[in-house]
Each structure stands twice: as C-alpha cells, then as structure tokens.
C-alpha cells in the first residue's frame, strides 16, 4: 500500500486489461530447397591439362618421312631427322623407339627441346637381301602427351638391275600371264640372257636387230614359262651386266612358301658368281633359336654344290651362321638348290642359287631349248636354266605349317 501525502491512503489503480493478440490461421510450412554443398571439381588447370595430354605434341618433324631411295641389299640407309618445337614450353623426350631391329637410332631419351629449337635422330636401315619396298617406323614419346610422334623411313632395295613389280603373283584366283619391267638403275645397256634358262620374251625389242637397252619389257605367261605346273620359289633372270649376273623374282604361289620349322631373317641366298673348283661364305641369320641350340651342319640337295658349316656367333637373340659353298663339278652357269641347315632339334631348309663359272667368264651363257628342260623332283641335282626345287610343300594350317594365301594379301616372308 502506498502512502500518499498527508498521511492518507490512496487506493490501488487496476492494471488495463490487455487486449488479445488476433490468432492469425495456421500458415503453411514451406521447406527450404536444399542445396548441396559444392563439390571439389578438378581445376580448371588439370583439366587443360588432360585436354593437352589428348593433343599431339607440338613437334614438327624434318622431313615428313625419311626417304632412302634405292639402295643396294648391301648397302646400309643412313638419314637425319629433325624434331623441332613449335610450340610455346620446352618439351623432354621420354623414350624413342625404331619398329624393327632393320633400323638403329642414336638415344636421344631425356634431351629437351628448346622453344623453336630442335633435337636430331640419326637413323640407320638396314635393308633385307630380299628386293623390293621396305618400310619402318620411329615412334617418339614426349612428356605431359600421350599421343606418340611417327617418323616413317622406307626405302627400295634393288640390285643394279631392277625388276617391276619383284614378283609374279599367281596364287589361285590371279592371272597366269603379265608383264614385267627389267632396267638397269645406273642406266648402263645390258643383256638379258636368260629367264628360269629360257629366251626372253620381249615386248617392243628384237635381241636380233636392236643394241642392247638399259629398258626391257617382257612378258611372261604360266603354261609357257612354267610347263607342268612346277614353280621354282624365285624366277632367276641372268644378265651380262658386269654388276649383277643374277637378279631374281620372287613366285608367289602356294607351292613356294617355306615350311618354317626355324626362323630365318631370310630364306633365300645366293653366292653369286664362283669360279669352278673354288668356294665362297655367305651368311644366314638364325633369329630364334632356343638357348643352348646352335646349328651343328648344313648342306645342299645337290652333287655339283657343296655347303658346309664354317662358324657361328650369337648376337643377342639371332644366330650368325657362316656358311661355305663349294664348286665340286663340272657343271657351268646357273646352279639352284635346296640347302639346309641343322641343329640338334630340328632343320631348316632355304633357297640358294649362283652361277658357276670358268676364270675370266664374260657374257652369256646359252638358254636351253624349253623342250630340253624336264625338271624332276626326285633328281635334286641342278639343271642349267631351270631351278631345281624340292617337291612342293602343301599348304597347312597346322602351327608351323604353310599358310594358304590370300591373292590380295601382303607378299609376306620371302
């Protein structure tokens, strides 16, 4: 109680009534979306990255393709190849590798390239003994890109009288005539003395009227080249050109593809030309021969040529075997056979041919009349002017057999 002035007692004033709040209707609830927090993304800088990883690299490559020309089969290709940086970083190379061991290049794995600067590949190729058009590949892999850099290298590899085209495919299905072209590359006139021993047969030239040309077309047909149907694995075309004696066309057919029991770089040598009662070494190359084998004996289907071992050598996975072939008859001109070598778990037999000749032996010897010429697969022993061949081998498709072919197929093993 409050006392007012004068001693009297006021009377308590009643508190206001509070007025109700209106009771608003229940609203409804609306949830809020809800947004996810942001994800970690990859950068904008990794994923330029991976796009430049997809690109090819800026490397500019000079020339486009190393080309060798015509070259010998013992000769030996050497080019130079730029890679230049066109691009706006420096690049490393991490790793350069040749498609086969025919090509050998300087490493150049871990050198950088300068912007606008440039490294050099020094490559070297190998050709096989085998004519005609080789190819390989250099592949390049530089750092922060997945795409490689292709240096292509091929060349031609031709004796000093090229044959166009180098062999007469008449597997099943392919024309049994046609036509070859026969030139000397360093434009010397020669003569064609023979084909497989027989006259040529030319297209547009008498051998009886004309000089001699570096230019021949001929032309060659299956029932009059081939009588019986035997086909010797490389059609050896004669010559008195002072440079190549004997040039060869491979005869694709499914006759003549090796049964490969042993792998050979090669399955087909010549010794040239060798003087009667003397000899001469060549080699074959053994690429896979199992560890511990070595080739214990070689020798030829015939009585007027002897091949013996004479040494081998084991360089990484391939087997350098020399071989020496010997003169032991009276026989002259054109010798071709069947050899083989063995080891102590298998043989492996490959062409070889050459010609045998008196000391200071020029020109021509005489074709054969072509019905003189009666091949005959159970005498081995070589017949002036036709290939002796071993009895065909039927094609397989058992491992290690021979493949049947395809007409349009590669050429493939020669």
Not at 206 to 221: F, Q
Not at 373 to 384: D, L
Request: with cysteine; charged share 20%.
């Amino acid at each position: 109680m409050l006392v007012a002035c004068g001693g009297e007692t006021a009377a308590p004033t009643p508190a206001p009534t509070p007025t109700p709040a209106p009771i608003a209707p229940p609203a409804t609830t609306v949830a809020a979306p809800v947004v996810d927090a942001p994800a970690t993304d990859v950068s904008d800088a990794v994923v330029a990255e991976q796009e430049a990883e997809d690109l090819p690299p800026p490397i500019a490559v000079d020339p486009p393709v190393l080309d060798f020309g015509v070259i010998s089969p013992s000769d030996i290709a050497e080019g130079v190849v730029k890679l230049r940086n066109t691009g706006t970083k420096e690049l490393e190379v991490l790793s350069v590798q040749p498609s086969c061991k025919c090509t050998t290049i300087n490493d150049i794995s871990g050198q950088k390239i300068p912007v606008g600067g440039f490294v050099e590949i020094q490559a070297k190729m190998k050709p096989t003994s085998g004519a005609g058009d080789k190819k390989a590949e250099i592949k390049v892999l530089i750092d922060g890109f997945s795409r490689i850099v292709s240096i292509q290298l091929k060349s031609e590899v031709s004796m000093p009288v090229r044959v166009k085209p180098y062999y007469l495919n008449i597997v099943t299905g392919q024309p049994q005539m046609g036509r070859t072209v026969v030139e000397s590359i360093d434009g010397r006139p020669f003569k064609i003395c023979a084909i497989g021993g027989y006259a040529p047969h030319y297209i547009g030239f008498d051998p009886t009227k004309d000089e001699p040309a570096n230019h021949y077309v001929i032309d060659w047909s299956i029932d009059r080249d081939f009588p019986g149907g035997k086909f010797p694995r490389y059609w050896i075309i004669e010559t008195d050109h002072p440079d190549c004696p004997l040039v060869e066309i491979f005869v694709r057919h499914e006759t003549t593809m090796p049964k490969i029991n042993m792998a050979l770089s090669d399955y087909r040598h010549t010794f040239g030309q060798l003087e009667a009662g003397k000899s001469v070494e060549f080699q074959v190359t053994c690429t896979k021969l199992d560890e511990g084998e070595s080739i214990l004996a070689a020798s030829a289907g015939s009585t007027d040529l002897k091949v013996e071992l004479v040494s081998q050598v084991r360089e990484g996975t391939d087997t350098i075997v020399t071989l020496r072939a010997s003169s032991t008859s009276s026989a002259r001109g054109l010798t071709y056979v069947n050899a083989t070598i063995y080891s102590a778990k298998r043989q492996q037999d490959f062409e070889l041919w050459g010609q045998v000749i008196d000391p200071g032996f020029t020109g021509c010897f005489p074709c054969k009349e072509r019905a003189e010429i009666t091949p005959s697969a159970t005498q081995p022993k070589p017949i002036r002017g036709l290939p002796t061949i071993a009895p065909p081998v039927q094609p397989s498709s058992a491992p290690g057999g021979t493949p049947t072919l395809s007409p349009n197929a590669p050429v493939g093993v020669k």
